[in-house]
């Protein structure tokens, strides 16, 4: 992995990354990645390490020593500020994040988003180390658009609802709607760690994440997680789908999202790890404004994608309609259309045009000016894989791990 350069052309040092929360779906990736293409040093810190298992052991794989697991919970492990000093870089990625949280553990959520993170930041702002923390576009709340009326045309203007960091208000319904407890926790803890960054100098970046899908996102119920748990809208209609069940639209499957593939969105993570002096000091939104869709039209695609990657022919009757209520409980408010704005993340770490190379050589008095090209490319973060090619490589995996332990499971006979 020697030669490799950043996005100004200069070479990459290898660098000790703390990662908390490691074990979940986007920090899974992040390992792969920074173990498979890079030589920086991990500090895995997660109270879980299920989705790691496989970077961990045996200790013959190729970064065995450059991968370390230390099962913390950072609410209340002295350890976390030794593992944040021998690190040069901490990202922060642990956090209480399913929606189904956020109205029926409230406080749980809060502690998790907020109070838990504050030592995190105070470590790396005390030891001078720089931070990347997860965030989420949940801070943005809902569009201006969507308190206009339904008929109104500026509805379609992106200025009612194109997502910006650096403009756009976060919008929050009130405090009984308890769904917002995890965008207002995240918002405060952004503030904080940018007030960090304004007064007392902490190099940070902060990441919104825009619906990143894909291998090992949550759990299936009663599989690997509580028969009773609601994860997030892909494992949970990927459950219905392998159970032969209609997906449920949650209030009509209105909303809007945009989806990203993980993979392409831990490129855009691994861009920010490499290059420090583009990355500090922003918030970025990453996510792919190119794939969004209704809920009700994932719920449709992913119906196809399933029949193709199983075999198996659609349900006659492939979705239901579920209230809110029914289906998160009392609390429950949504996030009406998230389109992110790229203009930050594609000025800070898009495709760069390094200035063209020009050799002069002294040949006998005479000056050669020799050209190469008039432009080096050094690409950058450009999110490509479409939501169909997302779907099929995402329900390949969940039908390969998961159909036969739910066939098993479901023809187990019922103890009398
Ligand atoms: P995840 O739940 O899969 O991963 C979070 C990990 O943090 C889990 O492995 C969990 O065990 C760990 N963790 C939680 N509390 C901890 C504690 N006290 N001590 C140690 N470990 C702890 O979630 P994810 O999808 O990987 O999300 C990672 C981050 O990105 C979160 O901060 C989330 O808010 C943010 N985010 C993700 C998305 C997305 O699309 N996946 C969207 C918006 C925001
Ligand atoms: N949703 C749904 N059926 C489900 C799960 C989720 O209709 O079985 C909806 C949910 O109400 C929301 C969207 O899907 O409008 C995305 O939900 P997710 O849990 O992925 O999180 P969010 O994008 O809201 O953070």
Not at 163 to 189: H, M, N, V
Not at 253 to 261: A, I, M, N
Request: glycine residues 6%; proline residues 7%.
């Amino acid at each position: 992995m020697a030669g490799r350069v950043d996005l100004d052309g200069n070479p990459i040092k290898p660098i000790t990354i703390c990662m908390i929360g490691a074990g979940g779906f986007i920090g899974s990736h992040l390992c792969e990645k920074l173990m498979s293409e890079t030589d920086h040093a991990v500090l895995a810190v997660d109270v879980y390490n299920d989705k790691i298992k496989h970077l961990l052991e045996p200790a013959s794989l190729p970064w065995a020593g450059r991968i370390q697991f230390h099962r913390i919970n950072i609410k209340n492990d002295s350890r976390l500020e030794g593992l944040i000093k021998m690190a040069d870089l901490t990202i922060n990625l642990a956090a209480i994040c399913t929606p189904a949280d956020y109205n029926t553990r409230p406080l749980d959520t809060i502690y998790s988003n907020f109070i838990d993170a504050l030592p995190v930041v105070k470590y790396c702002s005390e030891n001078g180390k720089r931070l990347i923390h997860f965030s989420t576009c949940e801070v943005y709340g809902k569009t201006i658009g969507s308190f206009l009326p339904k008929d109104s045309p500026l509805r379609q203007d992106p200025a009612y609802y194109v997502l910006s960091e650096d403009t756009s208000p976060c919008i929050f319904g009130s405090i009984e709607k308890q769904r917002w407890s995890y965008a207002c926790a995240k918002q405060l803890i952004e503030r904080l760690i940018y007030a960090e960054g304004a007064e007392n100098g902490l190099e940070f970046t902060i990441v919104r994440p825009f619906n990143w899908i894909g291998p090992r996102m949550d759990f299936i119920p009663g599989i690997d997680g509580p028969s009773e748990g609601v994860p997030r809208v892909l494992a949970c209609f990927s459950n219905n789908l392998l159970r032969h069940e209609p997906l449920k639209l949650v209030d009509g499957g209105q909303s809007q999202r945009t989806f990203v593939y993980i993979k392409d969105a831990i490129e855009a993570v691994h861009l920010m790890i490499e290059n420090p002096a583009r990355a500090n000091g922003h918030i970025f939104n990453v996510g792919n404004p190119n794939n969004e869709v209704t809920v009700r039209q994932l719920a449709e695609m992913m119906t196809q994608v399933y029949s193709k990657v199983s075999g198996e022919p659609p349900l006659e009757v492939p979705t239901i309609d579920v209230s809110s209520k029914e289906f998160y409980g009392e609390g429950y408010d949504d996030s009406d259309k998230r389109i992110p704005d790229m203009t930050i993340i594609n000025k800070q770490l898009g495709t760069n045009l390094l200035p063209f190379l020009q050799l002069k050589f002294l040949i006998q008095d005479i000056v050669l000016t020799v050209k190469f090209n008039p432009v080096v490319i050094i690409p950058g973060w450009d999110p490509k894989t479409s939501l169909w090619d997302l779907l099929e490589s995402t329900l390949t995996y969940q039908h390969r791990t998961y159909a036969e332990a739910i066939k098993k499971a479901t023809s187990k006979p019922v103890a009398s």
